[in-house]
């Protein structure tokens, strides 16, 4: 099998020959991969031309249902990539984390893009910022999307979920992406962009695959552009340093693996749920796809009084691991990618062994099930320990990337940090205890060496994700020897892939272009009331004010006998002048927001549906018996619904007293059809 | 007059000769300046060991605080920077920019510390994440300041603003500095920092000062220090690829200066505000602080038919510019910084003049008030005109950082945008128009290559800061040439020196060590009423679940006239069941709310003084007539304020129903004495 690569929309075979490429278990070649002859400057053209333009056409919700049919598209054929990444030593369970995980980021995506985002062009960042007194000049951050091309650099660990993770992304935030995979494992990324590709939902040019060596790709690059690599410290800090992307300050980020540490607390001794925790989780991560894994646990750091106790459990569940063909029954781990990685590992673990002692397992003299011993890639699960820890600089800089764990005893909390903070930062961290000073000591202590950190305890244990697993909604990345690069986490994963502009301009325009009304001096009035108009006939800006209603102390008295709220602010004249913010009996906060729907609402069916909740209350000045309010109504935001005849519509709110003094201002959220026209509430009956 | 540098607590006069220093209006000498002799190295640990313990074990309303004192006590010896500040070639205009709004950075980021952050150690970002279908294990993204020193390396045309805008948001976020000033105008920077250190407002170690070159400061950076640097894109490269910095993935911030655009708009003709406005700032610009700004506008693009009208109107008020001693009357433009920068500005205008043609000022023969203009830093404004600026590189490519600016024609709203986007990447771009559909074409044409933009129109131009003005509240820094990096911004510029990590644990822990408090599956139940316990004594997690109370339809019709709000869904049956989101009348959110603090409020005076607001409200079930509902109401965070014996305290408020099923959730948000003894209230009466 000749791998291809899917450039300006074809598929193409290289040029030259091939590297070939092993399958893991057996040793049998599996594919050949070139890129010789591609054309990389015309990649990048097609992608900023052609995919970059047609994703910018798409809103957010858009491109966040194109995730979900790609997902749904990927999981009907999620069996034939399970087949092929036997090919790369993985267990059933490592492929699931590959597979069915990255399929899950995809879903993860789309659910956020649509939860989060606007369903519109322009992604709004925090609150307006007013930037003069009068009011007339206002500033508000938005996000648009790069205009040029993301340059995906993967690694060889998870063909499947390494692209999907930042596909998600990328897509999402509209920006048209040329994925590398990372070649030993490349045969199953390849396989999975044929299926994107004949699905025919991404527009053309949102997605192009280089298998191969990237040639001159970077040379094309610019301050559009943006570059996302995993892999090595070593190939992403030379990549970081090639000079186009330095000069023209393209994005780059890098996550590279790290000497990740995992700490057991001095309360978590045999016989507490923790320490079964503890060892259960060391024995996960360095089984789980071999080892192979930038997030998995390479320092156990342990109170040097459970060291012996903590070994032998290891030993005890190390023990029952089986290594070899994952098809067969009973085996537990597969092999690591290729016997390259293995020979590397083992050297790694020579150099360990100058600090350390092997306490568990063998690389010379194990035990395989099925396979081909000789030409598959296996190696056992080796546990080391290092009794001086802070007198060895390698258990803290030389990582095996495979099967492989160093124990490594503290005497206080202080040194738990001092080893950790060693490891010069890294991906993740993790703490199993159930005492809070302790947690709160190690967060704050080792805190800014991580991306990542996780509390683990008998309270979340069960329900704990794990140290290894990274998550589309928390970011993934850490400082130093990690990589200081940062994705995912969410929304925050998009916006790597968006500039960030302050706009500054009248409060009328910046809301208009940004999709969000900001309050200033001039509200449009509206002769139609906003309730009778759908979701597709409002205009931000419009709006109205309401007629003025006095509020008396015997309302003030009916409110609190209906509502049961007799707070003495309300009721006792005289305590209420004795607080610090009254002058008297004031009336109840939620009176006033009561009585300003009474006013703003109009009652009879028409297209707004349901009131869904309210945001941003503040209440500004007191309202005293006999004061009179009217409202300020304005439509403020709409967000239709791609797949409904309804969608959000965010309204502004702000309630004057009768000297025009701000009493209260807030967001009402309500859900509203399309139309007028379409009387959803009574054809629906 | 010798600078020194504050290194370690002290002031340190260097060992070697100086490198002399020159008054920019007359010529005469004005400082020496060397660092030799310096243990770089020292200062870094100095930071590291004494300034940043000292710093995190404030708050930030502490820091916040400090920064406040910080600027009181400098605008008291304002006057004497205004002095020093004449030698730098500045106006009393242009000192006030660098002095008084550096100074106004402090304040700025004074209050958004306290109103934005928490009084806490921890700053908390976004909404928890579940991340268990049981909803046992969460994740909460927190920031925790960076654990090494934060180098500031200034620009020499803002001495001041240059130093404070970043030491505002450094020391907020509770990262010491070691700032090192452009040797040219360190005399100014110098003369503050020793005010700061006379003042005794900051901790030991929290700023050093390095007059001179930083020797090699750099190489002793790791993973927790920052490098922000503001000054020409080629230092900023060379320092972006060190060695050290690459390796170590030390946090680095450019701030180069770019070749920014300003557009007219084709409606803007002359007799419009917005062509006034347009040459009022395109003069500004090149005139304020003699053009020495990475912010000027060096590219005004006006439609090709309006270039006539443009070129004289500006030539006119060029005209009045009068050029030098900025002591005295009349002079409205200083001089440059130094006869070298004069000499640089020459030969990049004549690179100019090989696309473009001169077309107001000569670099040859102008008029000089006072000073001396032989030995003085003078040169006038300089218009420069490229017919068609499409078809030469050098107009968007070449910058003369002095009072000159090239007036480029355009043809249509799309070659406007290909010509601002020719700069590749600025800081800043301004659009003047009155024409909603060309601000939102070029605002989404050029907003991915800037990172700060304006829409002037006659509403907004008498109120607006201006085209050259970074703001704190707004981000300053742009992509590709402008350096891709980020300053300000409000809180946003804090978290840079701060690292993102994302906790994950159960609810309970990750709320108590983050200082929120997150919803989970085990509230803490707590016998006392929460409102009869003062802010110190509360703890977040405390609560209470109130009594059951039913709502029935004659309250829902008592609600309703008091309210005044009878929305069909409350009124009539038949109507509400037609609503595709309920089956019959269903109650008002607004009583659901009021009746929930009828069931959570005690009502009797006492530590809680008032309710200030609401956040995040959502109606999750309908609640029918006949339904009950119970609350769960819980201390969520705790803000007490530094100088006041009350602060905020926010309490999660959840609503549920006879069945359990939550029908609203929200925040309430109350102001409260720090001690339920202090019977604030009462007392004050």
Same mark, same amino acid.
């Given at each position: 099998?000749?791998?291809?690569?899917?450039?300006?929309?074809?598929?193409?075979?290289?040029?030259?020959?091939?590297?070939?490429?092993?399958?893991?278990?057996?040793?049998?070649?599996?594919?050949? #991969?070139?890129?010789?002859?591609?054309?990389?400057?015309?990649?990048?053209?097609?992608?900023?031309?052609?995919?970059?333009?047609?994703?910018?056409?798409?809103?957010?919700?858009?491109?966040?249902? *194109?995730?979900?049919?790609?997902?749904?598209?990927?999981?009907? &054929?999620?069996?034939?990539?399970?087949?092929?990444?036997?090919?790369?030593?993985?267990?059933?369970?490592?492929?699931?984390?590959?597979?069915?995980?990255? #399929?899950?980021?995809?879903?993860?995506?789309?659910?956020?893009?649509?939860?989060?985002?606007?369903?519109?062009?322009?992604?709004?960042?925090?609150?307006?910022?007013?930037?003069?007194?009068?009011?007339?000049?206002?500033?508000?951050?938005?996000?648009? =999307?790069?205009?040029?091309?993301?340059? !995906?650099?993967?690694?060889?660990?998870?063909?499947?979920?390494?692209?999907?993770?930042?596909?998600? =992304?990328?897509?999402?935030?509209?920006?048209?992406?040329?994925?590398?995979?990372? /070649?030993?494992?490349?045969?199953?990324?390849?396989?999975?962009?044929?299926?994107?590709?004949?699905?025919? #939902?991404?527009?053309?040019?949102?997605?192009?695959?280089?298998?191969?060596?990237?040639?001159?790709? +970077?040379?094309?690059?610019?301050?559009?552009?943006?570059?996302?690599?995993?892999?090595?410290?070593?190939?992403?800090?030379?990549?970081?340093? &090639?000079?186009?992307?330095?000069?023209?300050?393209?994005?780059?980020?890098?996550?590279?693996? /790290?000497?990740?540490? /995992?700490?057991?607390?001095?309360?978590?001794?045999?016989?507490?749920?923790?320490?079964?925790?503890?060892?259960?989780?060391?024995?996960?991560?360095?089984?789980?796809?071999?080892?192979?894994?930038?997030?998995?646990?390479?320092?156990?750091?342990?109170?040097?009084?459970?060291?012996?106790?903590?070994?032998?459990?290891?030993?005890?569940?190390?023990?029952?691991?089986?290594?070899?063909?994952?098809?067969?029954?009973?085996?537990?781990? $597969?092999?690591?990618?290729?016997?390259?990685?293995?020979?590397?590992?083992?050297?790694?673990?020579?150099?360990?062994?100058?600090?350390?002692?092997?306490?568990?397992?063998?690389?010379?003299?194990?035990?395989?099930?099925?396979?081909?011993?000789?030409?598959?890639?296996?190696? =056992?699960? %080796?546990?080391?320990?290092? @009794?001086?820890?802070?007198?060895?600089?390698?258990?803290?800089?030389?990582?095996?990337?495979?099967?492989?764990?160093?124990?490594?005893?503290?005497?206080?909390?202080?040194?738990?940090?001092?080893?950790?903070?060693?490891?010069?930062?890294? +991906?993740?961290?993790?703490?199993?205890?159930?005492?809070? @000073?302790?947690?709160?000591? *190690?967060?704050?202590?080792?805190?800014?060496?991580?991306?990542? +950190?996780?509390?683990?305890?008998?309270?979340?244990?069960?329900?704990?994700?794990?140290?290894?697993?990274? %998550?589309?909604?928390?970011?993934?990345?850490?400082? $130093?020897?990690?990589?200081?690069?940062?994705? *995912?986490?969410?929304?925050?994963?998009?916006?790597?892939?968006?500039?960030?502009?302050?706009?500054?301009?009248?409060?009328?325009?910046?809301?208009?272009?940004?999709?969000?009304?900001?309050?200033?001096?001039?509200?449009?009035?509206?002769?139609? &009331?906003?309730?009778?108009?759908?979701?597709?006939?409002?205009?931000?800006?419009?709006?109205?004010?309401?007629?003025?209603?006095? #509020?008396?102390?015997?309302?003030?008295?009916?409110?609190?006998?209906?509502?049961?709220?007799?707070?003495?602010? !309300?009721?006792?004249?005289?305590?209420?002048?004795?607080?610090?913010?009254?002058?008297?009996?004031?009336?109840?906060?939620?009176?006033?927001?009561?009585?300003?729907? $009474? +006013?703003?609402?109009?009652?009879?069916?028409?297209?707004? %549906?349901?009131?869904?909740?309210?945001?941003?209350?503040?209440?500004?000045?007191?309202?005293?018996?006999?004061?009179?309010?009217?409202?300020?109504?304005?439509?403020?935001?709409?967000? =239709?619904?791609?797949?409904?005849?309804?969608?959000?519509?965010?309204?502004?709110?702000?309630?004057?007293?009768?000297?025009?003094?701000?009493?209260?201002?807030?967001?009402?959220?309500?859900?509203?059809?399309? /139309?007028?026209?379409?009387?959803?509430?009574?054809?629906?009956?």
């Amino acid at each position: 099998m000749r791998l291809c690569s899917y450039v300006q929309g074809e598929w193409v075979e290289s040029a030259g020959a091939g590297t070939p490429l092993f399958h893991a278990i057996d040793g049998s070649p599996v594919a050949e #991969i070139s890129s010789e002859g591609i054309d990389f400057g015309a990649m990048v053209r097609w992608g900023r031309e052609t995919g970059g333009p047609a994703l910018r056409r798409m809103t957010f919700h858009q491109r966040a249902l *194109m995730l979900k049919a790609l997902a749904l598209h990927l999981l009907q &054929h999620k069996e034939e990539f399970y087949r092929l990444s036997r090919a790369t030593g993985a267990t059933r369970d490592d492929s699931w984390i590959d597979i069915e995980g990255g #399929i899950g980021t995809l879903f993860a995506y789309s659910g956020k893009g649509r939860r989060e985002m606007p369903n519109d062009h322009v992604y709004i960042d925090g609150a307006p910022e007013t930037l003069s007194r009068g009011g007339g000049f206002t500033g508000q951050h938005v996000y648009l =999307p790069l205009e040029g091309v993301a340059v !995906h650099i993967n690694a060889y660990n998870f063909p499947c979920w390494g692209m999907l993770e930042k596909l998600g =992304p990328t897509l999402l935030a509209g920006m048209p992406a040329i994925v590398k995979p990372a /070649s030993q494992t490349a045969y199953l990324a390849e396989r999975m962009v044929r299926r994107i590709v004949e699905a025919g #939902i991404l527009p053309a040019g949102a997605l192009q695959l280089i298998c191969g060596g990237v040639g001159d790709l +970077l040379d094309h690059l610019d301050c559009q552009d943006a570059v996302t690599f995993t892999g090595s410290a070593t190939t992403g800090l030379g990549l970081k340093q &090639h000079p186009v992307i330095v000069a023209n300050a393209v994005r780059f980020t890098m996550e590279a693996d /790290s000497l990740n540490s /995992s700490i057991l607390g001095p309360d978590a001794g045999p016989g507490t749920p923790e320490f079964d925790l503890y060892v259960e989780e060391v024995v996960r991560e360095m089984t789980t796809k071999c080892g192979q894994k930038c997030t998995a646990i390479r320092r156990a750091l342990v109170p040097r009084e459970l060291l012996p106790a903590v070994g032998d459990a290891l030993g005890k569940t190390l023990d029952r691991v089986v290594v070899g063909d994952p098809d067969l029954e009973g085996v537990t781990m $597969g092999a690591l990618a290729s016997r390259a990685q293995v020979q590397e590992v083992r050297e790694r673990v020579e150099q360990l062994r100058r600090c350390s002692e092997l306490v568990h397992g063998s690389p010379d003299r194990f035990e395989v099930r099925g396979g081909d011993p000789q030409r598959g890639a296996f190696l =056992p699960p %080796l546990l080391l320990r290092c @009794d001086e820890p802070l007198r060895h600089r390698e258990v803290h800089e030389v990582e095996a990337f495979g099967p492989v764990c160093t124990l490594l005893p503290y005497d206080d909390p202080a040194q738990a940090v001092e080893l950790a903070r060693r490891g010069r930062g890294s +991906l993740v961290g993790s703490v199993f205890t159930f005492d809070d @000073d302790f947690a709160r000591e *190690m967060v704050l202590g080792i805190g800014p060496w991580h991306g990542r +950190l996780l509390v683990i305890d008998r309270e979340c244990g069960a329900e704990s994700t794990g140290h290894g697993s990274p %998550l589309p909604s928390l970011i993934h990345g850490g400082p $130093g020897r990690a990589g200081g690069g940062q994705e *995912m986490g969410g929304i925050r994963g998009v916006l790597h892939y968006m500039q960030c502009v302050a706009l500054q301009g009248s409060p009328g325009r910046i809301g208009r272009i940004s999709g969000r009304w900001i309050p200033g001096p001039d509200p449009v009035p509206d002769p139609v &009331h906003p309730f009778r108009k759908g979701l597709d006939e409002l205009e931000i800006g419009q709006g109205i004010v309401t007629r003025s209603r006095a #509020i008396g102390l015997e309302e003030i008295e009916r409110f609190a006998e209906l509502s049961g709220d007799r707070f003495y602010a !309300h009721m006792d004249a005289q305590a209420a002048a004795a607080n610090p913010f009254f002058e008297g009996r004031v009336a109840h906060g939620y009176f006033i927001v009561s009585a300003a729907a $009474g +006013l703003f609402v109009d009652p009879a069916p028409g297209p707004v %549906l349901a009131n869904y909740g309210l945001e941003n209350l503040r209440f500004h000045t007191p309202l005293y018996p006999g004061d009179s309010i009217r409202v300020a109504f304005t439509c403020k935001q709409k967000t =239709p619904r791609e797949n409904e005849d309804y969608g959000e519509v965010r309204w502004d709110c702000r309630v004057f007293n009768q000297r025009d003094e701000l009493v209260a201002s807030y967001d009402v959220l309500t859900l509203v059809a399309r /139309s007028s026209g379409d009387r959803l509430a009574a054809e629906r009956a």
